[in-house]
Nanobody, 121 residues
């Protein structure tokens, strides 16, 4: 059974940085992608970043490209999302997901419980 546990969310002022972590268990990194998604109140869940195996690399939403970096430490079974130059519009619940494709949330079957990120102006 796959388990995903996010941490690292919090409140920060615009321009600040946060690093989210997603500790995984039961997930085989050799298949498909792991991704970070976010959902603001009243809005749909959107893909933020994904890291994929088989040489497929990393993928970012246009709104976070050059500000966010997704990475993976296979020894620690953890995926990270480094977020720099945060903006108020980055405020959302952030979710880690596994076993899907790229930035398409509907393709992911396993999800964490989420961690809140709040950016104040």
């Amino acid at each position: 059974q796959v388990q995903l546990v996010e941490s690292g969310g919090g409140s920060v002022q615009a321009g600040g940085s946060l690093t989210l972590s997603c500790a995984t268990s039961g997930y085989i990194y050799g298949s498909k992608c792991m991704g970070w998604f976010r959902q603001a109140p009243g809005k749909e869940r959107d893909g933020v970043a994904a890291i994929c195996t088989g040489g497929r690399g990393t993928y970012y939403a246009g709104s976070v490209k050059d500000r966010f970096t997704i990475s993976r430490d296979t020894a620690k079974n953890t995926v990270y999302l480094q977020m720099n130059s945060l903006k108020p519009e980055d405020t959302a619940m952030y979710y880690c997901a596994a076993g899907g494709w790229f930035l398409a949330p509907a393709t992911y079957n396993d999800w964490g419980q989420g961690t809140q990120v709040t950016v104040s102006s």
